[in-house]
């Protein structure tokens, strides 16, 4: 059983994952690349996977069997395990949790050779769908506080099968950078009696240098304060704090402008890695009635969709200092990837 | 010039840097090895770097010349820029400074072949000694608010030059990972009157099951909600908030313990890429007189070196939450350290 340790220093939460157990000396060895000879993601290796949640069968087979579009499977190595209660904790001069949660995985595709970029938006709109349903059914359970939807692009992203995949994972404790986020928005709304999200939006509406396309829902800009080259936003025009609450049309024109931004990061930076988040409120099922995220966050907060290129390196004075330095003014970054020559029939 | 900009939603800034400038293109190429045909750290390759701000020359030899065992020059391509004011303005809705500070580079030794772990405990003494010095003289300056020493090893770690080298590098503010270990230091000493690392230092000499090393004046441990395989501490037994204070005798136990450390990783990890930060107070002449942070800091912080092997990737999950999940339990990492065989004299 994995647990969840706190660092009392830093006040965040670790999972400290056995069930992914790497010995110390797995360490010693050449890293692996990504596997590529047995795909347990392919149709007709559907038993290499735990059995499955969900899937999209358009000829209605039975579960776990070939015939699907999309598949919805329990994580084989999860990094948290959806038994049993929290056991909260002290030990010593330090505070510990059971690594009670859920780790899923999001089959996007049968197609081994197919990634997002190459998807039609009817796929996507699929994918983003499957999401929402996810999202609410994990919700009921109270012990999830937070349910983060992201994908591992490549290998330098993390990612260890290379088959087309997200995943989802519902975390006991509302992570730290999420709760950061909360309260910034919170501040501001207090504040101005405005979305700190929807000011920051109309500035780069007006300004436009840093917007990369837009369509009726969405808009894509590189955010002023990059971390990292080719860092992406994807948030709807309109106010809407949960992401699991759009609507069909909305969702379409998401999976229209994600498939545009993966198709110009494809095209101007040869098929980079990537790590894209869905950042949204946290399981309002899973707060106190008056809690201090809970009261206004419809108001306050406002979802959206984050993608991170991997083209650099952290080095020691980014974790020294929570400090990061980019090389690529996002005014740079947008400018290039507005200018890259693109149709969406191109394949 | 370089930028320093504020994210509004996660308050931290971000340092926008046109002098390393890489342009978007850049990134279409495959990324460069490490650069081994010419080395510019080299001796006989003084002109190559800008010039030197110490040395240590045994036989005092002219300044930018061979004959050094150990080099601190300006790094040729600073993060950070040592002219002029912070020119700190609001721009629409968020806030920017100049690119102020400053970046050195430390040469620690002329030979190519040799890198920290291989030192003799006399130059890492040297090492940390000129670390001393370069931390008392960029202190005197106002604008910085903190001086970060690290060291990058490996290209997966972000090094760039194999030729072995630390860093310091001097932020106009202090960066959040620093505040936020003030903070929690700070409320901990508020309540008990004691020092969070002193207790976390107790316990852990009270449990021994994650320590790596000690000797008189330190002990290396794994800390309890390690984020990475094989993360570790070096921290002083006597409270002490500063590392620029420590004395001559202090120094060699820690080049003693340092040299032990990166021996025990090397030969269990085979020359694993690593980070190492040394944690150390802000520097004090830059706060106002009253400052929150500086009015117990000397009672409340307890100074510390952090190592970081790069053994694993990080990937959505920990963009998206600030958690992390850590496959290896820093007790087995502890133990298998314990464990390898090994003598001070051995090369």
Chains 1, 2 share one sequence.
């Not at 006040?11 to 000879?37: A, C, M, N, T, Y």
């Not at 996507?124 to 937070?146: A, C, E, G, I, N």
């Not at 995949?165 to 009696?193: C, M």
């Amino acid at each position: 059983m994995s647990e969840l340790r706190h660092d009392p220093i830093q006040k965040r939460w670790v999972i400290i994952s056995v069930e992914r157990g790497r010995r110390p000396s797995d360490f010693q060895l050449p890293r692996e690349d990504l596997q590529e000879e047995f795909c347990p993601f392919c149709p007709g290796s559907e038993d290499k996977t735990p059995p499955e949640i969900m899937a999209l069968r358009p000829n209605n087979g039975p579960p776990n069997s070939p015939g699907w579009e999309l598949r919805v499977v329990p994580n084989k190595f999860p990094a948290l395990m959806i038994e049993g209660g929290l056991e909260k904790r002290g030990v010593g001069v330090y505070d510990r949790m059971r690594g009670v949660g859920a780790h899923e995985v999001v089959i996007e595709t049968p197609r081994h050779d197919h990634q997002m970029a190459d998807f039609s938006v009817a796929r996507l709109q699929d994918v983003f769908t499957v999401f929402q349903t996810r999202w609410h059914d994990l919700s009921r359970d109270q012990r999830f506080k937070y349910i983060l939807i992201f994908k591992n692009h490549g290998r330098a992203a993390g990612a260890t099968m290379s088959h087309s995949h997200s995943q989802i994972i519902a975390t006991p404790v509302t992570p730290l950078t999420v709760a950061r986020g909360l309260d910034s928005a919170k501040d501001h709304f207090q504040l101005k009696n405005r979305c700190l999200f929807c000011d920051i939006l109309d500035y780069e509406l007006e300004k436009q240098e840093r917007i990369v396309c837009t369509n009726d829902h969405f808009v894509a800009y590189a955010p002023y304060a990059s971390r990292f080259p080719f860092e992406l936003i994807i948030i709807p025009r309109i106010h809407n704090h949960n992401f699991a609450s759009i609507r069909p049309d909305q969702i379409r024109a998401l999976a229209g402008i994600v498939k545009e931004v993966l198709m110009r990061l494809q095209l101007a930076l040869r098929d980079p890695p990537y790590n894209f988040m869905i950042h949204t409120v946290p399981n309002v099922n899973a707060q106190p009635r008056r809690s201090f995220y809970w009261d206004t966050v419809e108001y306050d907060y406002h979802w959206h969709m984050e993608i991170i290129p991997r083209l650099t390196r952290l080095a020691g004075f980014e974790w020294g200092t929570g400090f990061y330095i980019n090389p690529t003014p996002p005014e740079e970054a947008a400018r290039f990837l507005r200018e890259v020559v693109f149709s969406m029939d191109v394949e």
